[in-house]
C-alpha cells in the first residue's frame, strides 16, 4: 500500500505543478488564435518545435541522467548538477555558433534566431532544475515552481499581446520569462545554488551520466521525428497556414497528453525506487491496467467533444482543425502507454531497446507521411502519427513482457480500442447521429471497466483513511 501511496503523493504534486500551467495553455489557446495570424502561430510551433529537438542533442540529454543520478545514494549531489549545468552552457555557446548556418536552413529560424537562443538556454536551465529537484526528492519545491511558470506566462501574455499588441514577439518573450521564473524559483527555494556555490566536476562521474544518457539521444530524436515531423513536412507538402491549422489541432489532444506526463512523471519516479523488489510484477501490472482505463476514457469523452471544443477554442480561420482531433487523441493514448513501458526500461537501465522501437515507429510515420499528405492534406498526417505510436507500443509492450511480465487483459483492452477507433472514425465523417453515437460508444467503455474504477475508489479510500487517521 505504500507503493501506492507514494505513486497517488507525487502525482499529486505533479498535478499542482504541471497541471495548472498546461491549462492555462489550453485555455489561452483562443487567445493565440485570435491574435496571431496561421502563418505567425506556425512560426511560433516552429522555433519551439526545434529547441525540443536541438535541446537532447546539444545537451546529449543530459537532463535524463540528472534525474536518475540524482537518485543514487552513492553520488554527490553537488557534482551531477555541476556537470549538468557544465552541458547547458557549452551547448547554449555552440546555439550562438551556428547561427551563420541557419540562415542557408531557414530564413525564417535566421530571423528569431536571437529569441531562439535565449529561450532555448532557459528552457534547459528550467528542465535540467526541473529534473534535479525530482530526483532530489525536492517534490513540493518542483510542485510550486509550475505555479510560478503558470502565472507568469498568462500575465505576459495578457500583457504583451492584448495590451502591448507584441504579436509574435510577444508571444516568445512570455515564454522566455516564464521559463526564467520558474528556473529561478527552483535554484533559489530548494535552495540548489548551494550546490553551484561547491561547483565540482568529477570525470568518472560524467564518464557514467554520459553511458547512460547517450544512448537514449537516437530515442529522443526518433521520439520528436514520430511526434514533430509532420508539421515540417505540412510545411513543404502544403505550406506554412496548413502546418499553423494542424499545429492548433494538437491543442486538444494535449490535454490528454496532460494527463499522461503528469503520471509518467511520478510513474518515472516509482518504476525506479521500486526496480527488483519482489512484488514489483503485480505493482507494476496494477498501475499499467489502471493507466491503460484513464487513458482510454479521457479519450473517449474528448472525442465526443472534439468538435465542441474546436467552436469554443478555435478562431473561424482554424476550426477545420477540429477533423483531425479524434484520430490524435488515440495516437497519443498509445503514446502515453509508450511511455509508461519506457519507464521499466530506464529503470533496468536497458535502454537500447526504447531506441529501435522508437525508430521503427517514426521510419512509418515518415515514409507514410510522404505519400498521405499530399493524398489527403493534414489528416494524413494525424494517421500516421497514430500508426507510428501504435507500432510503437506493440514492440515495447512484447519485449517489455519478457523484462517484467505483468498480468494484461489483452481481449479486453483491444475490443476497448476497436470502440475508440470506430468512434472516431464516426465523428470525423459526421455520420447520422455521431455525437449518440459517441456518447454510446464511452459508456460502453465505461462499463467495461466498472471493477477497475470500484478497486480504484477502494484503494484511494483505503489511503485516504490511513492519512487521516496517521493525522
Not at 326 to 342: K, M, Q, T
Amino acid at each position: 500500500m505504500n507503493k501506492y501511496r507514494k505513486l497517488l503523493t507525487d502525482t499529486g504534486l505533479f498535478v499542482v505543478s504541471n497541471f495548472a500551467s498546461k491549462l492555462l495553455i489550453f485555455l489561452l489557446l483562443p487567445l493565440y488564435t485570435n491574435v496571431l495570424s496561421t502563418e505567425e502561430y506556425a512560426v511560433a510551433d516552429l522555433i519551439t518545435t526545434t529547441i525540443n529537438l536541438t535541446f537532447p542533442v546539444l545537451t546529449l540529454s543530459i537532463t535524463e541522467a540528472t534525474l536518475r543520478f540524482a537518485f543514487d545514494k552513492n553520488v554527490k549531489k553537488n557534482e551531477v548538477l555541476s556537470s549538468s549545468v557544465m552541458f547547458i552552457v557549452i551547448s547554449t555557446i555552440v546555439v550562438i555558433c551556428v547561427k551563420p548556418l541557419v540562415a542557408g536552413i531557414s530564413s525564417t529560424l535566421y530571423q528569431y534566431w536571437g529569441y531562439f537562443i535565449v529561450c532555448f538556454f532557459f528552457t534547459a536551465a528550467h528542465n535540467t532544475l526541473s529534473y534535479f529537484s525530482r530526483g532530489c526528492d525536492k517534490t513540493k519545491v518542483f510542485a510550486v515552481s509550475g505555479i510560478v511558470h503558470s502565472v507568469f506566462l498568462v500575465g505576459c501574455n495578457i500583457l504583451f499581446l492584448l495590451v502591448f499588441h507584441w504579436g509574435l514577439d510577444g508571444y516568445l518573450l512570455s515564454i522566455i520569462i516564464s521559463y526564467f521564473a520558474s528556473a529561478f524559483y527552483i535554484l533559489m527555494l530548494a535552495p540548489f545554488y548551494k550546490e553551484l556555490l561547491h561547483f565540482r566536476l568529477d570525470v568518472s562521474l560524467i564518464k557514467e551520466m554520459l553511458n547512460y544518457s547517450i544512448p537514449m539521444i537516437p530515442t529522443i530524436i526518433a521520439w520528436w521525428v514520430m511526434q514533430t515531423s509532420d508539421k515540417y513536412m505540412i510545411i513543404w507538402k502544403l505550406g506554412l497556414d496548413q502546418s499553423g491549422i494542424y499545429s492548433v489541432s494538437y491543442k486538444i489532444p494535449s490535454i490528454l497528453t496532460i494527463v499522461s506526463s503528469l503520471f509518467a512523471q511520478a510513474w518515472q519516479i516509482s518504476a525506479i525506487s521500486n526496480y527488483g523488489k519482489k512484488d514489483n510484477q503485480s505493482f507494476v501490472g496494477n498501475v499499467y491496467v489502471f493507466f491503460n482505463m484513464v487513458s482510454v476514457l479521457s479519450c473517449a469523452v474528448l472525442i465526443t467533444s472534439s468538435e465542441m471544443l474546436g467552436k469554443v477554442l478555435f478562431a473561424k480561420d482554424y476550426f477545420i482543425a477540429w477533423k483531425c482531433v479524434p484520430v490524435l487523441l488515440i495516437a497519443y493514448v498509445f503514446s502515453g502507454l509508450s511511455g509508461f513501458l519506457a519507464s521499466n526500461f530506464t529503470a533496468a537501465k536497458k535502454t537500447k531497446f526504447l531506441f529501435v522501437s522508437t525508430s521503427i515507429g517514426a521510419m512509418i510515420n515518415v515514409l507514410l507521411n510522404l505519400f498521405l499528405i499530399e493524398k489527403v492534406g493534414i489528416i494524413g498526417a494525424a494517421y500516421t502519427t497514430f500508426i507510428g505510436f501504435f507500432v510503437t507500443w506493440i514492440m515495447r509492450l512484447y519485449v517489455s513482457q519478457k523484462l517484467l511480465k505483468i498480468d494484461i487483459p489483452y481481449i479486453k483492452h483491444i475490443i476497448m480500442y476497436l470502440i475508440l477507433v470506430f468512434d472516431a472514425v464516426y465523428m470525423y465523417n459526421e455520420f447520422p447521429l455521431y455525437y449518440i453515437v459517441s456518447i454510446i460508444a464511452f459508456i460502453a467503455l465505461l462499463a467495461m471497466n466498472i471493477n477497475e474504477i470500484k478497486r480504484v475508489v477502494f484503494t484511494f479510500t483505503s489511503i485516504l483513511r490511513k492519512k487521516i487517521r496517521a493525522n
